[in-house]
């Protein structure tokens, strides 16, 4: 089932979309997505959704974020083993994953434009499969590591490439500028999907039509399994929190000369089994 989270006129609400349209499960459950994740209801609303007449049209509403409080945004960096070799610095493989964080506010949601902001014009694009958990757990085994996941959504993990390098050992200022990224479009439930497919699922950008990454999670060094468990060592992971997986090779950083993205670019990240994630760039409105 997919779940989303939108606005219709000045209300907010969440729902199922079947193929009637959207049930306004808000209307009807109350609550939001985030907290029918953590209280297991998932499998309740699917129920009500299926034998409820639509509320709307996926037309009529405006897209917000899927879960819209997340408490942690868990990036991980280089986990396609082409992705390493781009870097071309002869590294070996690396033994445990890159990690870092983003705020909320980085992101916009589908349909809405991608900033870029005055301080720098190197915005780029990373398309990218993200779990959503669904069960709390600390140093979660491998073997569990699927049952704690509630569905998948994407995200394009938005870089500032020059300000990833303001200081010597961390990413967070190139990775945190305000609608520099997006999530979206909707959840779909890990019920939909099997182990086989969490482990060769293919995930595409293109930009103005141009296909620029495209591979399957059979290529990560690090699977959706591992990092959980990995993750889980030092997070106490509760439901709603989201961990993007990584990003293929084909970023604009690594043409030559590199390709960022600018305004009236669009930029479409699809998922196999998920959807498509769009989004338009413009400049960053500044308020005088």
């Known amino acids: 089932m ?11 609400s969440w729902g ?5 349209g959207i049930v306004d499960l808000g209307a009807k459950l109350g609550g939001d997505l985030h907290s029918i994740i953590r209280e297991n209801r998932l499998k309740e609303a699917e129920a009500l959704a299926l034998v409820s007449e639509a509320s709307h049209q996926l037309a009529e509403v405006t897209y917000l974020s899927p879960i819209s409080n997340p408490g942690k945004i868990a990036c991980i960096g280089v986990n396609y083993a082409n992705r390493n070799a781009e870097y071309n610095d002869g590294s070996e493989l690396p033994k445990f994953p890159s990690l870092f964080m983003r705020t909320p506010e980085s992101f916009t949601a589908h349909d809405q434009p991608l900033w870029r902001p005055p301080e720098s014009h190197q915005l780029d694009y990373e398309g990218e499969i993200v779990i959503i958990i669904g069960k709390e757990g600390r140093r979660i085994k491998e073997e569990d590591a699927y049952k704690h996941i509630a569905g998948l959504t994407i995200m394009n993990e938005g870089t500032l490439r020059d300000w990833v390098r303001h200081a010597k050992f961390n990413v967070t200022q190139g990775k945190n500028f305000v609608n520099s990224g997006s999530i979206g479009p909707w959840m779909v439930s890990a019920d939909e999907f099997t182990a086989d497919q969490f482990e060769n ?11 620029r990454q495209d591979d399957t999670t059979a290529s990560m060094m690090f699977d959706f399994r591992y990092i959980i468990s990995y993750c889980s060592k030092f997070f106490h992971f509760q439901p709603g929190d989201i961990i993007a997986t990584g990003t293929p090779n084909g970023a604009g950083a690594r043409f030559d000369p590199p390709r960022y993205l600018a305004p009236g670019d669009k930029v479409e990240v699809s998922v196999e089994g998920v959807g498509t994630l769009t989004n338009g760039v413009i400049d960053e409105p500044i308020e005088n």
């Open 2 to 12: 997919r779940y989303l989270t939108y606005k219709i006129g000045d209300a907010t």
């Open 16 to 20: 199922a979309i079947t193929d009637k």
């Open 201 to 211: 699922m293919r995930v595409t950008t293109t930009v103005n039509g141009e296909v």
